[in-house]
């Protein structure tokens, strides 16, 4: 059996753990939720107390190292999250919290970083030079491999896609900027777009599926109202397609991606979300990058994130 590594996906509302080998199979997983408090102690207690559990199941020779792929602003060389919205963290020496723990070789990278790059692996089987890995599920996470590696910037702070400004003027974002991608796709945005409308008057199969409690809305529930044809469904899919085509757009002339993986809750919608990306896409960017760009989406989704921790460990 070849050697495996932990992959650890750190989120604000759950960390999941897997067992993953070189190719970026995953063995066996298992998910606790985030200590609500946002206190790093609390949870780096709970990530290690699992942790041990799953590496007491393999002898200490079989685990190569532990790869943690953490929501927030990374400092990959140093291992510290240096500002995470999602944990509610500031300046948290991460690494340095777990190694006195946990005695193995320990790497600490963005979430969407690590997705990307099992994207790349496990998806694209290493067979094209260009990805673009969007992650769209509360919010808008994005990671980059270029000429195969994966491209983290000066900082560790590159593809950061759900702060693409939109529009000059628009919603202010917790990053400090305002009218970012984000404010305007997202389970989060969806789900505030169909409460405006619906509290406008606008008349919806959606207000019913939620039994008019509108904070049950979920992309989910959109979804299958779109899928029966509502107007109000299909229209809030064909905007946030819009907007992600926008920023994707402006991407593929700057980037020239091969493939442009699309993963998170909302990529479950397939072809309502792809459809209107698609167009905007061919209608904005350059002709030849945007046919050149191939839109899929990622089959391993969830389990992105744990897979492309543990192969950085590798
Ligand atoms: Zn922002």
């Known amino acids: 059996m070849p050697r495996l590594t932990l992959g650890i996906d750190l989120g604000g509302t759950g960390i999941k753990f897997g067992l993953v080998d070189p190719m970026g199979r995953l063995l066996r ?6 200590p609500s408090k946002s206190d790093p102690l609390e949870v780096v207690n709970a990530l290690v107390a699992q942790a041990k559990a799953v590496l007491a199941t393999l002898p200490k ?6 790869g943690i792929g953490a929501a927030g602003d990374i400092d990959p060389k140093t291992g510290s999250v240096r500002l995470s919205p999602n944990l509610n963290w500031r300046n948290v020496p991460l690494k340095a919290l ?11 990278d963005n979430d969407a970083n690590a997705a990307a790059w099992a994207a790349y692996v496990v998806e694209a089987k ?7 890995c969007v992650t769209v599920g509360t919010g808008v996470g994005g990671g980059l491999v270029l000429n195969g590696q994966l491209y983290r910037g000066s900082t560790g702070s590159a593809a950061e896609i759900g702060h693409i400004t939109l529009y000059p003027d628009g919603a202010p974002c917790p990053c400090g900027n305002q009218g970012c991608l984000e404010r305007y796709v997202g ?29 049950k809305i979920t992309p989910l529930i959109l979804e299958k109202a779109a899928r029966q ?14 907007h992600l085509g926008i920023g994707l757009a402006s991407l593929i002339n700057v980037i020239n991606p091969e493939w442009i993986v699309i993963a998170g809750g909302l990529s479950r919608a397939g072809n309502l979300l792809l459809d209107p990306v698609r167009r905007t896409i061919l209608k904005r960017s350059f002709h030849t990058p945007a046919s050149a ?9 969830q389990e992105l994130g744990i897979v492309g921790a543990g192969l950085l460990a590798h």
């Open 29 to 34: 997983s298992s998910k606790i939720s985030t």
């Open 98 to 108: 777990i190694s006195r723990r946990l005695h193995y070789p320990i790497v600490i």
């Open 293 to 301: 760009a191939k839109l899929v989406i990622s089959k391993l989704d």
């Open 126 to 132: 290493r067979r094209v030079q260009n990805l673009l």
């Open 61 to 66: 020779r079989k685990v190569r190292g532990i």
């Open 229 to 242: 044809k509502d107007r109000l469904a299909l229209h809030l899919w064909s905007q946030v397609g819009e």
């Open 187 to 215: 389970a989060r945005a969806m789900a505030a777009e169909a409460r405006r409308a619906i509290e406008a008057g606008e008349s919806t199969v959606v207000s019913k599926m939620v039994h008019n409690d509108l904070s």
